[in-house]
């Protein structure tokens, strides 16, 4: 099963250019990891200005599985990318990172990480919403399996805001509390507007909804609105 190194970036504003070629550049992290089989960067995502803090940047890193974690956690601390790690924190204030496993009903759940490039793409930056989902205490798993056989399907509609790329929740011992990360690309971004200038309708909150049923697992969630770098291995 894949693993996935979720980070988010609390960037110097004077070096968010300097921070993203630290990514992207010959050298950088990107490259460093597309000469091994171990990992490979999926997505860097800026966090788009007015939707929350203001220089947060959020990357996604596939790593094959748990002995290629600890290879990648090695290099980083006294290895290849050591010196990389140093440079680059200090063009950040903090980093928080979780390792992270997909779930049973996530689109992807084992990855051939031979199919992610490991030079810049060019493509047109693109919109995703990303969920992260706090279960009450004892329910991560009922939570899960509702969001499997609801949520999931809700959003696989063709009428649907969303497509689910990628679900994940924390590994074991990596937080203090479960965590579900959701990682959603929004299909048409001018239906976001609907979505922050009205209501959600009675009847799409109502019981039998998911946004109703699912406070018997979950109260607070978090959403952010990112944007792929136009260079992001994935769209």
Known sequence: MTLFLHEVHRVVGRAEDEFEAAYRDPGGWMDTLGRG????LLWYFNQAHGSGPSYHVVTVTAVTDGAAWERLAGRVHDGDLCDWAHRTDALRHDVSAAVLLPVPWSPLVDLDLA????TPVDHPPALYMEDTVWPERGLLAGYLDEAGRHYAPLIGRPESLLDLALALVTAIGAGRRPEVVLVQKVRNPATLLGLLTTDIPPD???PGTWMHDALSWR?????????TAAWSPWT
Request: aromatic fraction near 4%; proline fraction near 5%.
């Open 37 to 40: 089989d171990d990992a490979r």
């Open 115 to 118: 199919t992610v490039p490991s």
């Open 204 to 206: 799409r909150r109502g």
């Open 219 to 227: 109260d607070q969630w978090r959403s952010r609105i990112l944007r």
